[in-house]
């Protein structure tokens, strides 16, 4: 009899329960698993092709790469190179695709730097160097590491220069503003977690913002790093390095507007709105983020004064429609803000569908229960702010 079809979303949700309850299985059994792989991996692979035996190619080989990585993890053995290759070489065999053996060597590179064998971990992961952020800053370390005194400056290098291997270092983190690799790809992937990797990360990009002063990239990729993985403390610490290097580069101002309104600084938020509008007068994003912060404030005067400067600049009217209507919903004003929609109705005309979603979050405002009121002014204002930058082409990061 012919599966009965699973709509993708469903095949992700279960492929990701069985991810989980093997997780749980590998975290208590991972000696035994260590003891026979190719019993451990014939018996999960028999529990997939069971339980979802359509599943996609792309999906059955992230499978195998996560079970394996989790594998590894839970292992007393991960640090035997051996054991990681013959892991590996099993988990290659048994996808369906032949993809090459990014993954594997990447991993390998990473433990043969864990084991300080950091000639070894250059070559192995140089070509990989445009797959991830990670890369470039583990191929400097190991070039840094074995520099004089472990990497420790010598005091002499002021005057002869640095080393050989510091220049080589330096090169390194030169190729990762060159490559402009993306950020946590490798944790898409399953990995990217491990605390020794990342410490090198964070240790190699502090040197090469010291090493390059000038040079914005260092800040702007580890801001983006630091905001992926919730680390408020360094995206704080780069960000007032960023802020004072380059005090009129708005995607520093851009952070620092987030970061303010993160914390409900509104005087924070108003004074980086007062200096994006200083360095960039004829443009329109600044004068947005001024209405977004009245909006969010409720406060109808700085509303007022944003507006009339965004329709000195053409603001478009669609834009205008629905950030009017959002202030007098976050105002309190039910009356206004139906005015408002039927404004938007008019504005949008034959595609004025995304109304009727507005006409059910508003309703929400109504309600007696303070959580539901709450989501309801979240999915307003995320869903208006969401469809106005991308109408008015403002960048999120």
């Keep these: 009899m012919d599966e009965v079809y699973q709509p993708d979303a469903i095949v992700r ?3 990701n329960q069985l991810i989980k309850d093997f997780f749980d299985y590998i975290e208590k059994n991972s000696d035994k698993i260590d ?3 190719p019993v451990f991996f014939g018996s999960i692979l028999a529990t997939l092709e069971k339980t979802l035996p359509n599943v996609s190619d792309d999906l059955y080989d992230r499978f195998i790469d996560s079970i394996t990585i989790r594998v590894l993890d839970a292992s007393t053995m991960s640090d035997d190179l051996l054991y990681v290759e013959k892991l590996f070489d099993y988990a ?8 090459g053996k990014a993954l594997y060597d990447i991993v390998l590179g990473m433990k043969m730097i864990n084991t300080g064998k950091y000639a070894e971990a250059i070559e192995q992961l140089k070509k990989y160097r445009n797959v991830d952020a990670l890369i470039c800053p583990a191929v400097a370390y190991c070039y840094f590491i074995r520099s004089p005194q472990g990497g420790v400056t010598d005091p002499e290098e002021l005057v002869r220069g640095p080393t050989p291997k510091a220049l080589a270092a330096r090169e390194q983190m030169i190729e ?3 490559l402009n690799p993306p950020v ?3 944790k898409e992937m399953g990995m990217g977690d491990d605390p020794g990797i990342n410490k090198i990360f964070w240790f190699m990009l502090k040197q090469a913002i010291e090493w390059f002063p000038d040079e914005r990239e260092f800040l702007r990729i580890g801001i983006e790093k630091a905001s992926k993985d919730g680390r408020r403390d360094i995206r704080e610490e780069l960000l007032a390095i960023a802020t004072e290097r380059f005090y009129d580069d708005m995607f520093f101002l851009r952070e620092s507007y987030k970061i303010k309104l993160e914390s409900r600084d509104a005087g924070g938020v108003a004074g980086v709105v007062k200096q994006m509008t200083q360095q960039y007068p004829e443009e329109l994003e600044p004068v947005y983020y001024g209405l977004k912060l009245a909006i969010i ?5 700085i509303y007022h004064k944003f507006r009339k400067l ?5 603001i478009p009217q669609r834009a205008l429609v629905l950030l009017d209507f959002g202030f007098e919903m976050m105002s309190g004003k039910q009356y206004e803000a139906h005015a408002c929609l039927e404004e938007i109705k008019i504005t949008f005309g034959p595609q004025h569908y995304y109304v009727t979603l507005l006409e059910y979050v508003a309703h929400d405002f109504l309600s007696n229960d303070e959580k539901k009121v709450k989501q309801a002014k979240k999915a307003m204002l995320d869903s208006i702010d969401q469809y106005c930058t991308r109408m008015l082409k403002i960048k999120d990061t």
Excluded: H, Q
């Design 92 to 99: 290659e065999r048994n996808k369906r695709k032949k993809t």
């Design 176 to 178: 990762l503003v060159r």
């Design 13 to 15: 949700v279960k492929l």
């Design 35 to 37: 003891s026979n792989i």
């Design 184 to 186: 946590n790809r490798l």
């Design 310 to 314: 965004a329709l000195s600049k053409n």
């Design 297 to 301: 404030t409720s406060r109808e005067e």
